[in-house]
Every structure is written in structure tokens, then in C-alpha cells.
């Protein structure tokens, strides 16, 4: 069993940045690829960013394309997403989740996910 915690959310600015981290224990970090996701109030659960076990492949919803960028240290057990450019559409719980098989946008590929973290961005 495989527990993901978040950190790193909270207030900013549009325009500002954050970096969300992910702690995973339990499994073998390495062997999963890791994904980001996010919900707003009234929305469905929607990709943000994914990495394959050694980062040989990542993929990014257009939304975020050249804003954000995921990252994880293997040896930390750790995935980040760093978020520049914040615009007040990020809004949202951000959830990390890790997967064994490279299916990054699907939600049901995922098979743990951690409690999320509140990111709100203030125009």
C-alpha cells in the first residue's frame, strides 16, 4: 500500500508561483509513474502533469504547458510540480497519485492518490 502526501499549497497572487510536493512511503516510489491532478469547486477531476518512473516520458495538459513543470527525486521518494505564471483558473485541490502502468491523463490508471492540496490564486 502506497500513502501520497501533499504539501505546498496556498494563497497567491496571479502571476506568483508554487511548488507542490508529493511524499509517497510504502511502495517503491521508482516503480510508479507519478501524476498530478486537480479540482475546482463544481468540477470534474482533471489532468495537470504526469512523469514516467525514471522521467523518461511526461506529458502536461495544454492548460499548463510552459507554466508548470513536474519533477521527482527518486531517492527522495518525492514528485514536485513547480507552477509559475498562476492565473486565478488554477484555482483548485491539487492531487497527486501514482500509477504502475503510462496512461497519464486517466484518472482510472491511477491506483493511489493522496488528500490533496488547496492551491488559490487571487486576481
Known amino acids: 500500500q502506497v500513502q501520497l502526501v501533499e504539501s505546498g499549497g496556498g494563497l497567491v497572487q496571479a502571476g506568483g508561483s508554487l511548488r507542490l510536493s508529493c511524499a509517497a512511503s510504502?511502495?517503491?516510489?521508482?516503480?510508479?509513474?507519478m501524476g498530478w491532478f486537480r479540482q475546482a469547486p463544481g468540477k470534474e477531476r482533471e489532468f495537470v502533469a504526469a512523469?514516467?518512473?525514471?522521467?523518461?516520458?511526461?506529458s502536461y495538459a495544454d492548460s499548463v504547458k510552459g507554466r508548470f513543470t513536474i519533477s521527482r527525486d527518486n531517492a527522495k521518494n518525492t514528485v514536485y510540480l513547480q507552477m509559475n505564471s498562476l492565473k486565478p483558473e488554477d484555482t483548485a485541490v491539487y492531487y497527486c497519485?501514482?500509477?504502475?502502468?503510462?496512461?497519464?491523463?486517466?484518472?482510472?490508471?491511477?491506483?493511489?492518490w493522496g488528500q490533496g492540496t488547496q492551491v488559490t490564486v487571487s486576481s
Open positions: 510504502g511502495g517503491t516510489f521508482s516503480s510508479y509513474s
Open positions: 512523469m514516467w518512473r525514471n522521467a523518461g516520458m511526461i
Open positions: 497519485a501514482a500509477a504502475f502502468s503510462w496512461r497519464p491523463a486517466e484518472r482510472s490508471n491511477y491506483d493511489y
